[in-house]
């Protein structure tokens, strides 16, 4: 396969739990440079709040996706069941759970991935942190992260390498509130604060993938 195929998303149907979920997908660059990731490396990137037009084609989450090709990585966005083509409707994060994991398990079979990414923006972080230990996540992302959710000793952060990117003038997630809940984690991710973003990062993404690419461009 070539870097050029490699590069253009595919879209798939696939089996969930309450019916299709729509995928995107990448594979891996087949002479990635500077990279961290091994040959068969993918990431999954969770997209933002479903009820407020939160989509894998968010442009945050399209912005994740195209920087990790860059990495050499493969990448899965997906859209929650209620969205786009995937079938069922907004569970409150108890069914967005299960599409994230059966999305994964769809990968494993596909490919058998030696390294899982997992990235979530917003909303989509919330479900990321939950179900990254399940799905035996390598790396985790963590953009704009929902800390009003993370209530719950569960959603907490692990040992894996964690980068944390949050908007100085996010006027939806508390810059405050996402310090305080880093402050209290056993295990301390990297954190990047890009000034003068706000939660979607207008004019600000190249800031963004910088910032990924600058934490994750060589082993660490």
């Known amino acids: ?77 997906f859209n929650f069941r209620g969205v786009g083509k995937s079938e069922g409707k907004f569970d409150h994060g108890e069914g967005e759970i299960e599409d994230l994991y059966a999305v994964v398990e769809w990968l494993e079979k596909k490919w058998a991935p030696t390294e899982l990414w997992l990235a979530g923006f917003s909303y989509g972080s919330y479900v990321a942190l939950r179900g990254h230990r399940q799905v035996g996540a390598t790396r985790l992302l963590l953009i704009a992260p929902s800390v009003e959710r993370f209530k719950t000793k569960e959603l907490s952060l692990s040992t894996l390498p964690t980068l944390v990117i949050q908007g100085d003038r996010d006027e939806i997630v508390s810059p405050q509130a996402v310090s305080q809940w880093l402050a209290a984690q056993a295990h301390q991710p990297q954190l990047v604060i890009i000034p003068e973003a706000d939660h979607f990062f207008h004019r600000k993404l190249p800031q963004l993938r910088d910032a990924i690419l600058e934490a994750w461009s060589s082993n660490t």
């Open 1 to 77: 396969m070539s870097n050029l195929s490699a590069d253009i998303p595919q879209e798939q149907l696939i089996a969930g739990a309450v019916g299709h979920l729509e995928v995107l997908f990448t594979s891996p660059k087949t002479t990635p440079t500077k990279s961290p990731a091994s040959p068969s490396s993918y990431a999954l990137i969770c997209h933002p709040h479903p009820l407020y037009g939160g989509t894998m084609h968010n442009k945050v989450v399209y912005m994740i996706a195209s920087t990790f090709q860059r990495l050499g990585v493969g990448t899965v966005r």
